[in-house]
């Protein structure tokens, strides 16, 4: 790297700096991780090679790392460089103290660099494989795969799903409930540019079994059947599990303008001895509708014995005995299948979309 000419900018005053461990300034127009570790200042870019994260507005540690507040990537305060073990860095600069300022040069004495890594599976093409309709079942039942027990919605689920395939589709049921999903960690809240696609977590852990709702959703189904118990009034623990992870699916759209669910339908089946269907239909529809699928007329099925219905027993009891339930099931399978084909003949939906109003951090 070609040096070139000192560009020293006055940052502020060394006393009222030192108190600080770590702060985002800015030198001229460069973002600058400004740390004060023993009394000695470090000067490294302000900008994370990972994501682009705001590296002063993260934290410094014991040892003299500068760890992003977006992802935990973490670089040495002075010299910009990873952890060993990775060749990422972030560039470096020289930092002065005269007449008791700090005085940082705004010219890099280091390059960045960004490790290469195989392209993950998540970023290819977004295309429809050619085939027959494709349905997936998302069961958000929240019964343990150790303790089995008869589920409602999964039961109401498994009746459309048999339905589909009888109509000669192909079908794959995920229960959320079995996969090892870690929680959402909110990078949303840090910053819009945080929340990435492929999920960061899908990215850093391959153990992380999320990937296989992606792929379900994003690639491979023409249909999505979700369905979930009432849990006080909404959608099941399991069910805002997985969709908390599907914001990055949503915020490729406010972000950069690319939607990843195209033509594609959505229902959902919804079980409780409580009330409140209304509500968790509402909220289905809402966040399926948000993230681009589309809906067939009548999208949901439901059942609820009422708010007074405490005997869950007979709830199942009656879920088991009454096969109209199925039916509906399978008359939901039948609308969402005709509306499926439809899509699917006028081929691949847009890529990007106008929404009025949502274009938050967009770049």
Known sequence: MKTKPAKWICVGSADKLKHKPLQQIVAGKVPIAL?????????????????GGPLGDGR??????????WHNWDYECQT??????????????????EGGDVWVNAEPGSKRVKSAHPAHPLTREIRREPGPLRVAG???????????????????????????????????????????????????????????????????????????IYEALVFWADV????????????????????????????QVTTHDKVLIRNK????????????????????????GEIGFTFPQFPFVAHSRGWSAEDMENNVAYVKEHEE????????????L?????????????AKVQRGGRKAGRR
Request: glycine share 10%.
């Open 224 to 251: 999505v059947l979700v369905s979930t118990s009432i849990r006080w009034g909404a959608p099941s623990s399991p069910y805002f599990k997985m969709v908390e992870r599907l914001n990055c699916v949503q915020n």
């Open 60 to 69: 410094l540690t014991k040892d003299g790392f500068v760890v992003c507040p």
């Open 80 to 97: 910009g460089k990873a952890r060993p073990g990775s060749t990422d860095t972030v560039p470096s600069h020289d930092v002065k103290i």
């Open 138 to 212: 998302i069961s958000t039942t929240a019964m343990s795969a150790g303790s089995p027990r008869f589920s409602t919605s999964e039961n109401l689920l498994q009746a459309a799903l048999d339905h589909a395939e009888a109509k000669g589709a192909k079908t794959r049921l995920l229960k959320v409930n079995e996969l090892k999903i870690r929680t959402c960690e909110g990078y949303y809240s840090k910053g819009a540019g945080a929340c990435t696609w492929p999920c960061s977590i899908t990215q850093q852990d391959e153990k992380d079994e999320m990937t296989q």
């Open 338 to 350: 005709a509306m499926a084909e439809g899509l699917v003949a006028r081929g691949e939906g847009p």
């Open 35 to 51: 740390s004060c570790r023993d009394g000695q200042f470090g000067a490294i870019s302000g900008v994370c090679t990972h994501a």
């Open 265 to 288: 339908t959505a229902a959902f089946i919804i079980t409780g001895g409580q009330d409140n269907v209304q509500s968790v239909a509402g909220q289905m529809m809402m966040f399926f």
């Open 325 to 336: 339930l199925r039916d509906g099931a399978r008359a939901l399978t039948e609308r969402c």
